[in-house]
């Protein structure tokens, strides 16, 4: 039995897109993702969603169970799955696709666990196809990826794809201690940096880094609230932490010295 979930953008991509792209989901994490990727993609970029099926078994025995009669040929394969079970189609995906990299979310450890990111990364590797899997997927850039330990990857496609979407970038205009534009100059997967942004409009310096963790709680962040063992931190948090720091590191010009109380030279204290 084949599942059918083809969500065309376009039919199959057209003769002389730069990059053609493969968007995985199976809810409305991933959902949300692909129609923000659409949405910004560079023109000559075309984007196409396959919505996999849920309730994988434990044990896959006959992948054809859960794929679809066809796919579109694909340079890239951005995978959203929310189930264990999709991670383990990809490299029949790849297959199917003819896709020579992939970037697998990690937005909630269940979803992917780490011995299964390893296990399908060397089955990638030994196919030829480069694979990245970002924990969360806002750690992605140009060159690496990851929280605390940055791993390195060599990928034209996925940098290309990076350089748009990924560790949010933002670029402040600040007038009278006041944050008067922000330009997105790269934006998380889900949208996140450009809702931020309109929202810090009008902040000031100083409260411009709680409110951009505020805004980014609010938006809302769909990665995990569990704590990720190996991060000791919730996946919500770091993502978070990422979009704050990078608006802490644009309002510091701006904020001045931090003012210490000094009691003036005349000063005397009270009397017991």
């Known amino acids: 039995m084949r599942c059918d979930g083809l969500i065309r953008a376009f039919p199959f991509s057209p003769s002389g897109a730069w990059m053609r792209i493969l968007v ?40 054809d169970d859960f794929l679809p009669s066809e796919l579109p040929e694909t340079d890239l394969i951005l995978s959203l799955g929310e189930e264990p079970g999709v991670a383990e189609l990809l490299p029949d995906i790849v297959k ?13 450890e269940a979803w992917v666990p780490a011995g299964l990111a390893a296990q399908v990364g060397r089955k990638l590797e030994g196919m030829g196809v480069a694979a990245v899997f970002p924990k969360p997927l806002c750690t992605l850039n140009e060159k690496t990826y990851g929280f605390r330990k940055k791993i390195s990857y060599d990928s034209p496609l996925i940098s290309a794809f990076a350089a748009r979407f990924g560790t949010p970038k933002v670029r402040l205009t600040v007038k009278d201690g006041k944050i008067e534009d922000v330009q997105v100059e790269r934006d998380a997967c889900c949208g996140c940096a450009r809702y931020v942004a309109n929202g810090l409009k009008g902040v000031s310096v100083r409260e411009a880094e709680f409110e951009a963790g505020m805004l980014h709680h609010h938006y809302p962040c769909l ?49 017991s």
């Open 96 to 108: 199917m696709t003819k896709a020579t990299a992939a970037i697998v979310g990690i937005d909630s």
């Open 24 to 63: 995985i989901t199976q809810g409305e994490y991933g959902k949300r993702i692909l129609e923000h990727v659409r949405a910004f993609a560079a023109g000559d970029w075309t984007v196409e969603g396959w919505q996999a099926p849920k309730g994988f078994p434990p044990v896959i025995d006959d992948p």
């Open 223 to 271: 990665a995990s609230m569990g704590i990720d063992e190996e991060l000791g931190d919730t996946l919500m948090h770091v993502s978070g932490r990422l979009l704050k720091d990078e608006v802490a590191e644009q309002v510091k010009p701006y904020k001045g010295p931090a003012t210490k109380f000094r009691p003036s030279d005349d000063f005397e204290p009270p009397k």
